[in-house]
């Protein structure tokens, strides 16, 4: 069980207040949908439960071992295990989808490997198993340039996760991808909760969200105003966070 007890985060200096006292609880397995409209910390909240964001206020528990107490960042260790992927991940166009995956091993590589450019044959064979989890193994070895939209946005999931992350938030993962690159995506999603065990929480369009999510967190002016399990928004729910 994962825990969020008064989450608090600000930008410029203090002055401009994002999230205002979220509490959460979230397990192994899920896929929980961020839905609100823009500027209601959806973006923020994911970057701050991956951990990329230091906290102004809040704790943060993973089956009751502290992460965060009252602020901050939380370890390496458990940053390790949080996988974030952007809106628009950054790609070498000229380096094969292989590669791309295993710049995700980075931070796990020695200094005089990265120096050297040398890869580990447990590295290799992890960056070669994500893809084939993804369906892409046939494109291991060309380059990210010459991929679809859809097959870099797996490729991305892959590199987010090589390192063994068992929680992954995405920011909007589907944006700009036609929809059946975006069905793909979610599904990709979908697998990595139901035969993985991993969690992902990823901010959608609500009708998304609707479909493929067992979960769907409703933020509003930086505050949790819906969580609903196994089921649509209501109208009423709806109109709660402001999306029609």
């Not at 209601?40 to 071992?65: E, N, P």
């Not at 991929?147 to 991305?156: F, H, I, K, N, T």
Request: aromatic share 6%; glycine share 10%.
């Amino acid at each position: 069980m994962i825990t969020v007890n008064h989450l608090h985060k600000s930008v410029d200096g203090n002055k401009k207040k994002i999230l205002k006292g979220i509490d959460i609880q979230f397990r192994q397995g899920e896929m929980i949908g961020v839905v609100g409209p823009s500027g209601s910390g959806k973006s923020t909240l994911l970057r701050c439960l991956s951990l990329r964001d230091r906290w102004d206020q809040g704790d943060y528990t993973w089956d009751d071992a502290n992460v965060i107490h009252g602020g901050g960042r939380g370890s390496q260790k458990y940053r390790s295990k949080c996988a974030y992927l952007e809106q628009n991940p950054s790609f070498y166009p000229e380096k094969t989808a292989l590669k791309n995956v295993l710049i995700g091993q980075a931070g796990q590589t020695p200094w005089f490997r990265r120096l050297t450019g040398m890869v580990r044959s447990d590295d290799y064979m992890g960056a070669m198993d994500e893809l084939e989890r993804f369906g892409l193994i046939d494109k291991a070895h060309m380059k990210a340039g010459n991929l679809s939209g859809g097959e870099r946005q797996r490729v991305a999931i892959c590199r987010a996760l090589v390192h063994g992350a068992g929680f992954l938030a995405a920011d909007e993962p589907v944006i700009g991808l036609d929809p059946h690159s975006a069905e793909r995506v979610l599904k990709t999603l979908q697998t990595l909760c139901t035969d993985h065990n991993k969690t992902v929480i990823s901010a959608l369009p609500i009708e998304l969200a609707e479909k493929y999510c067992t979960r769907i967190w409703g933020i509003y002016d930086g505050k949790l105003k819906i969580d609903v399990t196994g089921r649509r928004l209501t109208v009423e729910e709806k109109r709660a966070i402001d999306l029609i």
